[in-house]
């Protein structure tokens, strides 16, 4: 009587399952198995950023702005293909997963600083330059994120822009100074 093998857990299950083809005139890279769409989620926060020193009216839609993995954001999103996004991501090349995971967590991270750096009433200076330095440090970040989707190694991406953790820090010494001259 021959045992039976391991079961296999449910990301191997689901890249046997997973055909390729069936990204096909998808926006959905057939190398990495990730799709571009889930910058729009970044996009969305930076537009609004960048709307806020002309139209201060936008702070309430940038402070309602919340953070969605890559799945939560096909998930609730209206992509014709969100479905066969989230099927893909599941089997997606690993290495481009965890880049484009790990650079989504640094805009996660400086996005939710910056929304609670823009708390309370501030003055429309401080508006401004806020949103403008976080939208600064994340469109290159989207560039990179977009480079991972579309199956570019982390090594040619590398940018001079400052780094995330640089941002962060930043966005905490605004908020300190700001705080100092209230």
Known sequence: MTQPGPRPN???AAALA???SHLDGTNINPVTGLATDYLNHFNEAIMLLEMLPMAPDCKEDF???QPMSYVEHFAASKF???DLA???YEVADPVFRRQLDGIADQMTRILTEARDGLQ???SHDTIRILAEATAHWLRPLVARAGA???GEPEAAQQSAEAAPQDAIDALFDLEVETV???
Do not use: C
Request: cysteine-free.
């Open 63 to 65: 402070l309602a702005w």
């Open 148 to 150: 991972a989707i579309n």
């Open 86 to 88: 989230i099927a893909a």
């Open 180 to 182: 100092v001259q209230r």
């Open 10 to 12: 449910s990301a191997d």
């Open 120 to 122: 309370g009433d501030l």
């Open 18 to 20: 997973f055909d390729p």
């Open 80 to 82: 014709k293909h969100r």
